[in-house]
């Protein structure tokens, strides 16, 4: 006790700066670097730490939008979720460090960058660019649906904007839009494709009716001999197919000889309509989708689809705007690659050839139960196959990503105007496969037809997958 008090009783009579020099290496030690928690570094959140709930809950709004959408049948559609998925996938991919932004990949495309440091919010983002790319491509629905669209945009804007300081927010919001309207501005250099949804069937093209060696070609069908739709689509930008890939295979010779390979084909087709069993229309009628307002069209199928499979597992973040980005640049680019086929060769439809050639009063089995036209066949000539196209390309894409598994499709289920009872396939190519070749019980394509566009599915869907998405 004594040595204390005489401590204390030292450094109180020691003047001031002396205790300072006595202080001093007290002072030193206690600022130690070696000793002081380490300052951590600033490390954003990555995209694939989010769920999908962004991406999925746009696509499935889509997928209603999409059904009363006036202009957007295919290949429109198609076009439109190649450049909505481009805009998701941009605003996301600075959150992805082992993905490459597509700007050095599209000749012409301008993303805007990230503030360098700054701390982005990838979900925020990705919600401000497919809000802002539905309301540029949508201008021309009904009010229903452009309050749906900010409906949704609102409850991300209400679910974000109270998790993060307003900075953070303001600048994750303002990204995305400016991404969106980037490659919004991208599509408008595509004169062939951005906004034709405006004019689907213009009133300047006469298709020829008879080809260089007498060969009857594509006339408007009966029963409602609508005028040809998108006839100029083979020249809309692609994104991966190449000039000499839009080119289809010549199809098999005309002919009205009975020995023919074409004749053959024309009946196989009357043959099936004719003689159609109850699991011949049930396939035929869930995969139609060719009927507006009815159903989405053929394109938006394939992203229901996937829709369902990226709500079974789960995906995350990256995946999923990946999945959609992908998915949309090949449906985009087997549309360009059918229509402009189908334009270079004028195949007349089944119901043309046959009616003339084998039995006057014969018809399709697709039918409008909206206006009740009974017999139909879509607007434009017959090779190849639209739908078989989008089903080879879709099919591709969804085995890239999810393998080769079982799969219900139940996009269909609950509907009473047709047989609405899902459908199980061993494998995303059995379900192209069908997609494809339902069109031939339906009545409106030859067998050719879905060989050749299966083909160009697959092509469009390769091409797509090699383009440098990973570093």
Not at 47 to 54: A, D, F, R
Not at 114 to 143: C, R, S
Not at 180 to 191: C, F, I, L, N
Request: proline share 8%.
């Amino acid at each position: 006790m004594n040595m204390i008090r005489k401590s204390t009783t030292l450094l109180a009579a020691l003047p001031l700066t002396a205790f300072l020099l006595a202080a001093l290496p007290l002072l030193f030690f206690s600022c130690n670097p070696d000793k002081d928690p380490p300052i951590k570094e600033f490390q954003p959140v990555p995209t694939k730490q989010y769920s999908n709930e962004v991406p999925l809950r746009w696509y499935t709004l889509f997928q209603e939008i999409d059904r009363y959408s006036p202009g957007y049948r295919p290949p429109a559609a198609a076009r439109m979720l190649a450049y909505v998925g481009l805009a998701g996938y941009e605003a996301a991919v600075n959150g992805m460090p082992e993905y490459n932004s597509m700007a050095g990949t599209f000749q012409g495309l301008e993303v805007p960058a990230i503030e360098e440091g700054a701390d982005y919010h990838w979900p925020t983002a990705v919600n401000a660019a497919y809000n802002q790319m539905f309301l540029n491509f949508y201008p021309h629905v009904e009010k229903e649906y452009l309050n749906k669209i900010n409906t949704l945009n609102q409850y991300f804007e209400d679910k974000y904007s109270s998790t993060m300081d307003a900075d953070r927010y303001e600048r994750s919001k303002a990204f995305g839009e400016a991404v969106a309207q980037a490659v919004y501005d991208w599509s408008k250099t595509d004169e062939a494709g951005h906004e034709a949804y405006k004019t689907p069937r213009p009133t300047n093209y006469n298709p020829p009716a008879t080809g260089s060696n007498g060969e009857k070609l594509w006339q408007p069908t009966y029963p409602d001999y609508s005028r040809a739709l998108f006839p100029y689509w083979g020249q809309v930008r692609t994104f991966a197919m190449q000039p000499t890939d839009i080119v289809s295979q010549p199809p098999i010779a005309w002919s009205e000889d009975p020995n023919s390979q074409f004749y053959a084909q024309a009946n196989e087709i009357r043959l099936w309509v004719d003689n159609a069993t109850d699991e011949d229309k049930w396939i035929a009628e869930f995969w139609s989708d060719d009927i507006f307002e009815l159903t989405f069209e053929p394109a938006a199928r394939l992203i229901a689809i996937a829709n369902q499979l990226n709500k079974a597992d789960g995906l995350k973040m990256d995946v999923a705007v990946t999945l959609y980005a992908q998915m949309g640049m090949a449906l985009s680019d087997v549309g360009v690659a059918v229509w402009n086929s189908k334009y270079i060769y004028n195949v007349e439809r089944p119901v043309q050839y046959i009616r003339r050639v084998m039995d006057p009063n014969w018809k399709t089995i697709l039918n409008n139960p909206i206006n009740n036209v009974q017999g139909m066949t879509p607007e434009f000539p017959a090779y190849p196959s639209g739908h078989s196209g989008f089903g080879g390309a879709g099919a591709s894409i969804l085995d890239h990503f999810f393998g080769s598994r079982s799969f219900t499709d139940y996009c269909h289920n609950g509907r009473t105007e047709f047989v609405s009872t899902p459908r199980t396939f061993t494998s995303f190519t059995q379900l192209g496969e069908e997609d494809a070749y339902s069109r031939l019980p339906l009545g409106v394509h030859y067998r050719m037809d879905c060989d050749e566009g299966l083909r160009l599915g697959y092509l469009s869907a390769l091409r797509v997958i090699d383009l440098p998405w990973k570093k």
